[in-house]
Nanobody, 125 residues
Framework: VQLQASGGGLVQAGGSLSLSCAAS????????IAWFRQAPGKEREGVSC????????YYADSVKGRFTISRDNAKNTVYLQMNSLKPEDTVVYYC???????????????????WGQGTLVTVSS
């Protein structure tokens, strides 16, 4: 089971980036996928999640209305479209999954077993 996150980079405030999380070794259709982010010295924070069963999406209040999570099961990939980026969005973003969907949907990183390697997003002011 492997997750490969990509798409981070440098963007000006107000700009957009699209992150991708490509899965290999398993079929992503059957798993909820979450995006987390973590700033240095801080707890890993849940950003967004998409369920496997019905595609229901969840967002942290800090990104609601600006970020959109989606999945392309044919490509075994989940995306995070980030618009209206702010300097405070500057952190490393991780995608994650686990057979325990409650942990993924609940944004509980301590019990989530599979993580991508992280991709850095830098938003300049």
């Amino acid at each position: 089971v492997q997750l490969q996150a990509s798409g981070g980079g440098l963007v000006q405030a107000g700009g957009s980036l699209s992150l991708s999380c490509a899965a290999s070794g398993f079929t992503l259709d059957y798993y909820a996928i979450a995006w987390f982010r973590q700033a240095p010295g801080k707890e890993r924070e849940g950003v967004s999640c998409i369920r496997s069963s019905d595609g229901t999406t969840y967002y942290a209040d800090s990104v609601k209305g600006r970020f959109t999570i989606s999945r392309d099961n044919a490509k075994n990939t989940v995306y995070l479209q980030m618009n209206s980026l702010k300097p405070e969005d500057t952190v490393v973003y991780y995608c994650a999954t686990d057979p325990n969907e409650a942990a993924v949907v609940g944004g509980i990183p301590e019990v989530i077993g599979f993580w991508g390697q992280g991709t850095l997003v830098t938003v300049s002011s």
